[in-house]
């Protein structure tokens, strides 16, 4: 028996039945603190705010607002530096295609991008006029984005969630994430808001933050949707204002899937599942292979790549407390097991790993063969790194442009196209009990 992580074999145990109940896992407590944060935050605004910053960030906070001189002054090593221009690039590039694919045969109408019929007929004229039905694409207003901060410095969150943002046409870009210990943010997350031209940035975490955003203070905008990865208390603050904001789903921690036959490389696999539990230990990892002897090899190689490591500890609570390793008969049945886990990222380390794509239904992102490791998902490949959590692959999505878009349905009658629809409209006013809902169609014709 396995002391780092628990082991399912399923020709004696049932792993689907350990899956069934996957969902974001509710605490009270939380919930508790999370609404009387948000009520503070609704009823005083900054002040509020600066409160909870110097209680849980910096006693340090001065100020909500990031500065253009602490934007500009912000100072990285020059491989930093490059590094986010690079991976900026590369994601700009993705959800620009992305959006391109989106509207490719659509119009454009000023703010965004529109379809139309007339007389049943696709009406590539870039209007509305009378006799049209059709649909408009548009952006929102102002977009906030959530960054992490809990001592690391992500600027990749930056770039992940704020790139389809800009790319979408959001008209305003608003960037918050809990201060360091100075009272700042961190350089590198201030050097990523810099690449990317963004002038709104604050200095505020946790479910204060989001509050703010929903609701707008005397400093801090208010933003049609957010997105971005955070704590308990962030998804929590999410989850409890859900249909005041626009969000990009209710997140849980981190989770990764690698899926390996006898041929995967053992040291390869290890390295994928430790990425994605380095962060916290409630992140969870799921090894599926198809043989016993496979897991020991790879279980090896995650002891050996843990040994000393600078998480060790919470990877190892990750690995013991939240983890599985789950030894299946055959393909077909990993399929099942991929797909009832949903997971934010599976690595598919397999002999001829596209053949296995179309098995897969839910997860959050597909990283195929053994050359597309989790840590290039993370940083560089392109598509955002913001994925569904806890099942949530079952029905959501990666944060993309879509996020950030709206859809609005446009209809303009004649006369003659709105009076054989009169009988229908007739009909469900009276069906449904509300006929001054029909009325409000024949007075029309009323002499």
């Not at 912000?74 to 509207?103: C, K």
């Not at 279980?299 to 490591?309: F, H």
């Amino acid at each position: 028996m396995s002391t780092l992580v628990q082991i399912v074999d399923t020709t004696t145990e049932d792993a689907l039945a350990l899956l069934r109940h996957r969902s974001v896992k509710r605490d009270l407590d939380t919930e508790g603190i999370v609404r009387t944060i948000i009520e503070d935050v609704r009823t005083r605004g900054d002040q509020a705010l600066l409160e909870i910053g110097r209680k849980f960030d910096s006693p340090n906070l001065t100020s909500l607002r990031v500065t253009d001189a602490e934007i500009e002054s912000a100072n990285v090593p020059e491989n930093a530096r490059l590094a986010i221009a690079v991976s900026a690039r590369r994601v700009r590039d993705f959800h620009e295609l992305q959006l391109n694919a989106l509207t490719a045969g659509l119009f454009p109408t000023g703010t965004g991008y529109g379809w139309s019929v007339v007389d049943g007929k696709q009406n590539g004229a870039n209007d509305f006029g009378p006799g049209t039905l059709g649909q408009r694409l548009l952006p929102v207003s102002a977009a906030g984005i959530y960054v992490p901060g809990g001592g690391a410095p992500y600027a990749s969150s930056v770039i992940m969630n704020a790139v389809p943002a800009i790319v979408a046409g959001a008209g305003k870009v608003v960037i918050t994430s809990p201060a360091a210990e100075s009272g700042g943010l961190a350089p590198a997350v201030l050097a990523a808001i810099r690449e990317l031209g963004i002038k709104d940035a604050f200095k505020m975490g946790g479910a204060g933050a989001v509050a703010a955003l929903a609701f707008g203070t005397e400093t801090v905008p208010k933003v049609d949707t957010i997105a971005g990865p955070g704590n308990r208390f962030v998804n929590e603050a999410k989850r409890q204002l859900w249909g005041t904001v626009g969000l990009d789903g209710y997140a849980g921690p981190s989770e990764v899937c690698v899926l390996a036959d006898v041929q995967a490389n053992a040291a390869w696999a290890a390295a994928d599942l430790l990425t994605q539990i380095e962060h916290a230990p409630d992140n969870a990892a799921f090894l599926i292979t198809l043989s016993r002897a496979k897991a020991d090899e790879i279980l090896a190689a995650v002891e050996s790549q843990l040994t000393g490591a600078a998480r060790e500890a919470t990877m190892r609570a990750a690995l013991k407390n939240e983890s599985l390793v789950i030894i299946v008969r055959d393909l077909e049945e990993a399929a099942d097991v991929v797909n009832a886990i949903a997971p934010e990222h599976i690595t598919v380390a397999l002999h001829s790993p596209e053949a296995f794509l179309g098995k897969i239904r839910n997860a959050g992102c597909v990283l195929l063969g053994e050359w597309t490791p989790e840590s290039a998902g993370d940083f560089t490949l392109g598509p955002s790194h913001t994925l569904p959590t806890s099942g949530a692959a079952r029905f959501g999505s990666p944060v993309n442009v879509l996020n950030f878009l709206k859809v609005q349905s446009v209809a303009h009658l004649t006369r003659a196209q709105l009076e054989p629809l009169i009988p229908t409209i007739k009909a469900f006013g009276e069906m449904e009990g509300f006929p001054t809902h029909a009325h409000g169609a024949t007075i029309r014709f009323e002499p």
